[in-house]
């Protein structure tokens, strides 16, 4: 596991099966987000370290799913709506993996991260 973790975490290459190909399908990703989405609006991110430091720190490659709690080293934007939901410096919470997951699962795409497939993130090393 922990190879495949690594190979994932020095991929540079983009995947870019997650991106829509036309307007109906951005459309039918926004409209059937519209629902889900309105949970996460009342996400209020804590900025644990200015963006400039984070993105600067050293920083080590996880699970997705062991990123709650920690600081986040990368920009995380769900297109659609093409809006942040995580800078470098705020603290990854549950709501926002689940939103990331779901706007991958909708057939969305997350630009940002070096993992296009949001198996792995970057986070603040030692950050907990």
């Known amino acids: 596991m922990q190879l495949a973790q690594q190979d994932s975490c020095h991929n540079n290459s983009r995947d870019s099966s997650h991106k829509p ?8 990703i926004t409209s059937s987000q519209s629902t ?4 996460h609006q009342q996400y209020q991110p804590e900025a644990a370290l200015s963006p400039r430091d984070a993105f600067y720190a050293d920083s080590e490659c996880i699970e997705l799913a062991d990123a709650a709690g920690r600081v986040s080293a990368e920009l995380l934007c769900p297109y659609p709506p093409g809006v942040p ?17 779901d706007t991958l699962a909708q057939g969305g795409a997350v630009t940002g991260a070096h993992d296009s497939s949001l ?5 603040v090393a030692g950050s907990s």
């Open 85 to 101: 939901v995580l800078f470098p410096g705020e603290v990854i919470t549950a709501g926002v993996i689940e939103q990331l997951q």
């Open 36 to 39: 889900s989405n309105k949970q």
């Open 119 to 123: 198996k792995t993130v970057l986070v």
């Open 21 to 28: 190909t036309d307007k109906r399908s951005i459309n039918a």
